[in-house]
């Protein structure tokens, strides 16, 4: 699907601003919109949205088609009549520029038992009916996603392999057993995810009214611990205790000289290919009701990816084994037409995984710092780009640029790479990358907010293959200035990204 000349923003919305101690679907995201308007951007790209489990990372989910409640705003539940006012009077001194989430979880969680008792005591029967309503049309997750956050928080919270092997199995009787013990508690899951979706929902008719799409991201694999491999486990390769057997990663890279051993178990699409795919057709069907435009992460592996025993530590040993290539979009096209995809092409690519891109037509990714290694990869440098790629200076798996630099540049033959190429002394070296960015053919440039404030190694969002310290990130309000946007405007103007006129929300699929 061609993509217009356009560019934007990455920002979580972890990282807005706000007095909850952590960014959420309140005033600092509608604040982050009005500001990509006036910079004049047409695109935001935000990562998983799922609710996140062990590290905190959005690319470990307990669920590919739930909504992560830590984003559900308290003023708007305040606003929406489904919490007292007084429940906000006494917030907690949360830190201003970082998610502390050990004291953040506990928090919101209070304030949530609040609200889902507020609603059940006080509720219009307009409110029921919508409530009512979300049930019903998403009766193919919400269900089983619900019933394992209860058990989950029954059993403690911890992981699912530790349940009893009734349940753990989803022995008939004992679903039943669970579905009548916790039905209030199943209740409130799904009553979070009704709260996360009409506040989604909102703030993306908002940026629709703005002329700005939304970027989303979904990860390949789903993780372990997640509602997903408990409640279809046909779907994945498992022993008969639902233990992995085989987990995804990738091969020693730049990242990590052991690899990335992600702990995902790996798909039958042997099994999937009977169902004609319908999991993860309903997978993006879900996802094209939340934003305009999905990355997925790690495409390269559907055409092939990197298989470990599930035993091994590290992932040094493992193999390569083919996915469902073109059958699995031709399946996905074929239920939903066009589709709106961004390939997240990066790491050990093939001819078979750039064929597999181009045959329908998916942009891929590239990283300019990653044309400034020793050996200057043209792959990575903008005069050997064409227009279907989406350029990035940096994501949120780098360093911002300025501490890219200062750290792993500076003192070596890289920094002369990097500043005769940019034709700079490295003064304002994070508006030197963005400019590279804007000015190449790739027809969407996207950069990190924390480029755009030129911010250093403090503002990194995440280390890949670490386990904790990530995803903490938040800017301050007085940070998004209005002489940012105006020099992010010049620049999309400058390089014919500025929009003509607004672009249209992503109105093809319904939920």
Request: with cysteine; aromatic share 14%.
């Amino acid at each position: 699907m061609p993509f217009p000349r356009a560019s934007g923003i990455l920002c979580h919305p972890t990282s807005f601003p706000g007095r909850y101690g952590i960014g959420d679907l309140g005033k600092g995201a509608y604040d982050f919109l009005d500001w990509l308007a006036k910079a004049k951007q047409q695109l935001w790209q935000v990562l998983p949205l799922g609710p996140t489990g062990y590290g905190d990372s959005p690319y470990q989910s307990f669920s590919a088609f739930a909504g992560n409640p830590l984003l559900i705003s308290p003023d708007g539940l305040a606003y929406a009549g489904l919490l007292p006012h007084d429940a906000l009077a006494d917030v907690p001194a949360f830190p201003a520029a970082r998610v502390d989430f050990g004291a953040v979880i506990p928090y919101k969680q209070k304030l949530f038992r609040q609200s889902y008792a507020h609603f059940k005591a006080h509720a219009t029967a307009e409110q029921r009916a919508g409530f009512a309503l979300f049930r019903e049309r998403h009766g193919h997750w919400l269900p089983d996603f619900a019933l394992f956050m209860a058990i989950k928080g029954y059993f403690g919270g911890g992981s699912w392999h530790g349940w009893p092997r009734d349940i753990l199995v989803r022995h008939g009787p004992a679903v039943d057993y669970y579905r009548q013990l916790l039905a209030d508690e199943i209740t409130y899951h799904e009553y979070l995810q009704w709260q996360f979706a009409e506040q989604w929902a909102s703030l993306k008719a908002r940026a629709a009214e703005l002329g700005i799409q939304i970027i989303g991201d979904i990860p390949i694999f789903v993780a372990e611990d997640s509602a997903d491999v408990w409640s279809r486990p046909e779907l994945f390769y498992l022993d008969e205790e639902r233990n992995p057997i085989v987990i995804a990663g990738v091969p020693p890279d730049n990242f990590s000289a052991t690899g990335q051993r992600w702990g995902n178990p790996h798909y039958r699409w042997d099994v999937m290919a009977q169902t004609g795919y319908q999991w993860w057709i309903e997978r993006i069907r879900h996802a094209l009701t939340q934003v305009d435009i999905i990355r997925i992460d790690h495409f390269r592996g559907f055409e092939a990816a990197w298989e470990i025993p599930a035993n091994e530590p590290t992932a040094v040993k493992g193999r390569w084994v083919k996915g469902p290539g073109a059958a699995l979009f031709e399946a996905i096209r074929n239920a939903l037409g066009q589709l709106p995809i961004i390939a997240e092409d990066l790491g050990v690519i093939t001819p078979e995984v750039d064929a597999l891109r181009t045959q329908f037509g998916f942009p891929g990714m590239k990283i300019l710092q990653f044309g400034f290694a020793l050996d200057n990869n043209p792959k990575y440098l903008p005069h050997t780009f064409d227009k279907d790629y989406i350029v990035y200076p940096g994501t949120h798996d780098n360093n911002t640029v300025i501490g890219w630099f200062n750290e792993a540049v500076r003192t070596g033959p890289e920094k002369w790479n990097c500043l005769r190429y940019l034709g700079t002394d490295g003064r304002d070296l994070a508006w030197d990358f963005i400019r590279l960015a804007w000015s190449s053919v790739a027809n969407q440039a996207v950069a990190c907010l924390q480029d755009v404030m030129s911010l250093g190694n403090e503002a990194r969002m995440n280390f890949p293959s670490t386990a904790s310290g990530n995803w903490q990130w938040r800017y301050t309000s007085e940070m998004l200035t209005d002489a940012l946007a105006a020099r992010l405007r010049e620049l999309t103007a400058i390089y014919d990204r500025a929009p003509a006129k607004p672009a249209p929300g992503n109105a093809a699929v319904r939920d």
